[in-house]
Nanobody, 123 residues
Framework: QVRLVESGGGSVETGGSLRLSCGLS????????LAWFRQSPGQEREGIAD????????SYADSVKGRFIVSHDNVKNTMYLQMNSLNTADTAKYYC????????????????WGQGTQVTVSS
């Protein structure tokens, strides 16, 4: 059974950095794509970055482009999200997700989800 576990969340001041990790286990077939989403209370879930595992190709939401970097370690089977220049608008619970069919920042293509890790940015 595919399992995704996020870690690395926490509290940071505006301008700071955090690196999130997403460990993937139990997958007999490698996913087509992994992605990061986030959701704040009262807000819709937002896809912010994805990575196509075969080529390493990535895409980003405009809200994080130039500040966040998604990567994947094939040996550790772990995806990362390096988050720089954080601001209060980045406060949210961050989730990783796996897709076996397509890439993209829409949550409808992802069939497996982690439990999330909280990121809080204070001013």
């Amino acid at each position: 059974q595919v399992r995704l576990v996020e870690s690395g969340g926490g509290s940071v001041e505006t301008g700071g950095s955090l690196r999130l990790s997403c460990g993937l286990s139990g997958a007999s077939v490698r996913p087509y794509c992994l992605a990061w989403f986030r959701q704040s209370p009262g807000q819709e879930r937002e896809g912010i970055a994805d990575i196509y595992l075969s080529s390493g190709g990535t895409s980003y939401a405009d809200s994080v482009k130039g500040r966040f970097i998604v990567s994947h370690d094939n040996v550790k089977n772990t995806m990362y999200l390096q988050m720089n220049s954080l601001n209060t608008a980045d406060t949210a619970k961050y989730y990783c997700a796996a897709s076996y069919g397509a890439c993209g920042l829409g949550d409808h293509v992802y069939t497996h989800w982690g439990q999330g890790t909280q990121v809080t940015v204070s001013s």
